[in-house]
């Protein structure tokens, strides 16, 4: 038996009906839970002798309202971990869907793994999932103004406001976009004799 499917045996096991499904793709796992069940399946995660996932090495959301050239038909946001287990040298990922899209809260996993905090306060930031239960819930790299999640597929290319300096009020301030939205086409030249090779035929 390989190492992945002794992980994917103990991960069966441990978590038993708490997983929606289990899968192996390209030499990696990914589970994913329902948002109830959410914290208790990532205590197992961690707990759990056959696994021992005791580090949280990322955790992003993700917006699939776009997914699949817009076929998605599940909930619009997710929550993505990547887990590793030192003690058994494995990783595992885990996703799991904020049941509502117009306001998408999950719990926080920052009490099972503390560095899980910074992770959830930029999906907060870019994507505005809810963390309940987290203690300090704000945005972390967009400016204290930000007005939207810039992460969203329907948020703007250009965004709402800009800001900039203005040397009569001697500060810093925020105006509309004064960008037209457009969209750009590529153009492709194709050359005869492109990088010095002449074209067959």
């Known amino acids: 038996m390989t190492s992945l499917e002794t992980l994917k045996a103990n991960l069966d096991t441990a978590l038993g009906a708490r997983a929606t499904s289990i899968t192996v793709a390209l ?23 056959g696994l021992k996932f005791e580090q949280c090495l990322d955790l992003c959301g993700v917006d699939y309202s776009a ?18 287990s030192i003690a058994h040298n494995w990783r595992v990922r885990v996703r799991s869907f904020c049941p509502d899209d117009d306001l998408p809260v999950i719990d926080s996993i920052h009490p099972i793994w503390s560095a899980a905090g910074w992770y959830e306060r930029e999906a907060f930031d870019f994507y505005g999932i809810v963390f309940e239960g987290h203690d300090d819930l704000r945005r972390i790299l967009t400016d204290y103004g930000f007005i939207g999640h ?18 009569e009020q001697k500060r ?30």
């Open 67 to 84: 997914y699949g050239d817009g076929l998605w038909e599940g909930p619009r946001f997710a929550v993505v971990l990547h887990l590793l």
């Open 150 to 167: 810039p992460f969203r597929k329907d948020f703007p290319v250009s965004g709402y406001v800009e800001m900039r300096y203005d040397p």
């Open 172 to 201: 810093v301030i925020y105006q509309p976009v004064s960008i037209e939205p457009r969209e750009i086409t590529p153009r492709i030249i194709r050359e005869e004799n492109y990088g010095g090779l002449k074209k067959n035929g």
């Open 27 to 49: 030499g990696e796992i990914t589970v994913v839970v329902p948002a109830k069940g959410y914290t208790e399946a990532c205590a197992i995660l961690r707990d759990d002798a």
